[in-house]
């Protein structure tokens, strides 16, 4: 159940939302760009080990 | 076994393969726990209100904000005297999620400061060493964008981790030596009396786990995928070349 914040609701809420947005965006962030770079450098090494192009 | 062997760029993989996974989970649920045992089983403080439960948020950004610049200068002192590329690039890492740790402390900080000090900002010791933090994350990210050699980019990087350092160290203490600011002493201390009350001293813990635990995960994953991007670099250019 939603606790009563009283007149402070807004900053509080304003900085759990912040907050969680910001982590949040930084772990996808990481976590797409090592899944990119995992996907680009196995077609690389594919490609080196004279695989599929 | 030493530790200097995980400096070994396949070795570093494979452990951070393995631990990674767990480290996420971990950090997820302190998280969690943390944050919902704060947000909706504690009471208001008597003075503060409800603006109390920011404390979860603020104070362990704030404090991961300062220790991932102090990993990042280990790192690069590691760099500096070594030559250990992964000690590079886990401080390279680590800049962006020490920066948005360090953007989460100034939010919340203003968040927080309004209502209790009837202003969004105020030019404290404190909140502008923090500020001043802030501005030396962002240096450090433009600067390793900046340099195209990789080698170069970590030893100009790693002497300004060194001179940035000061503010870390400033940002921690600035509470202790400077009592003419708004801002409160520290939250936690080893001595005890000093801390909060016990019933916002335990899920803030809790949340400290998480946001370690956090901090290590991503530098994991992030460390990866700049070793993974240094190697893709490298292959591209032996193919260049023929």
Redo the contacts between chains.
Sequence with gaps: MMPDLGKYALVVLASYGVSLTLIVALVWASWRRGVRLRRDLSRVEARRNGGPR | MSLWEYANPKKFMDLSSAVSPWAAGAAVLCLVVG?VWG??LTP?DYRQ???V??IY??VP?ALMAINAWLMMLVASLIWLVRRHHVSALAARAAA??GL?FT??TL??GA??G??MWGTWWAWDPRLTSFLILALFYLGYIALWAAIEDGDSAADLTSVLCLVGSVFALLSRYAVLFWNQGLHQGASLSLDAKENVADVFYFPLLVCIAGFVL?FVT?VL??T??EI??R??KA??AR?RMG
């Design positions: 944050l947000f909706f208001d209100g409800s603006t439960k920011i948020l603020h950004a962006p999620v948005t953007m989460i939010v919340t968040f927080w309004q209502p956090l991503l994953i992030r990866r995928s993974m991007a190697r893709l292959l591209l193919e």
